[in-house]
C-alpha cells in the first residue's frame, strides 16, 4: 500500500501564502506524474497543478503566475508554493501521485492524500 501525507494548508489574508508538502511511502518502485486538486464548497474537485517525473510542470490558468510546483524525487515529496493568495482559492487542497508498483504487471495506480485545508480570509 502507499499513503500520502499532505502539510502546510492553514489560515492566511488575501495576498499571503503558504506552501504545502505531500510526501508519498509505503510500496513504491517509482512514481509518474504527481499534482494537486483542490475542492471549494459546493463545487467538484479541480486541478490545480501537475508535474511529471522528469519536473514538468502544468498549472491551470487561474494559477499560473502565483502557484509553483515541484518535487524532490529523492523524498517521494510534492510541494505547491501558493503567492498572491484570493479568496477564491480557499478550498481543501488534494495531492495525488501515479504509483508503479513491484508487481510485475507495473501497473499505476493513482493514489490521494486525505486533503488539507486552505482558507484565505481577512
Known amino acids: 500500500q502507499v499513503q500520502l501525507v499532505e502539510s502546510g494548508g492553514g489560515l492566511v489574508q488575501p495576498g499571503g501564502s503558504l506552501r504545502l508538502s505531500c510526501a508519498a511511502s509505503?510500496?513504491?518502485?517509482?512514481?509518474?506524474?504527481m499534482g494537486w486538486y483542490r475542492q471549494a464548497p459546493g463545487k467538484q474537485r479541480e486541478l490545480v497543478a501537475s508535474?511529471?517525473?522528469?519536473?514538468?510542470?502544468n498549472l491551470v490558468d487561474s494559477v499560473k503566475g502565483r502557484f509553483a510546483i515541484s518535487r524532490d524525487n529523492a523524498k517521494n515529496t510534492v510541494y505547491l508554493q501558493m503567492n498572491s493568495l484570493k479568496f477564491e482559492d480557499t478550498a481543501v487542497y488534494y495531492c495525488?501521485?501515479?504509483?508503479?508498483?513491484?508487481?510485475?504487471?507495473?501497473?499505476?495506480?493513482?493514489?490521494w492524500g486525505q486533503g488539507t485545508q486552505v482558507t484565505v480570509s481577512s
Open positions: 508535474i511529471s517525473s522528469d519536473g514538468n510542470p
Open positions: 509505503g510500496s513504491i518502485f517509482s512514481i509518474n506524474d
Open positions: 495525488n501521485a501515479d504509483v508503479r508498483g513491484w508487481s510485475e504487471s507495473g501497473a499505476i495506480t493513482r493514489y
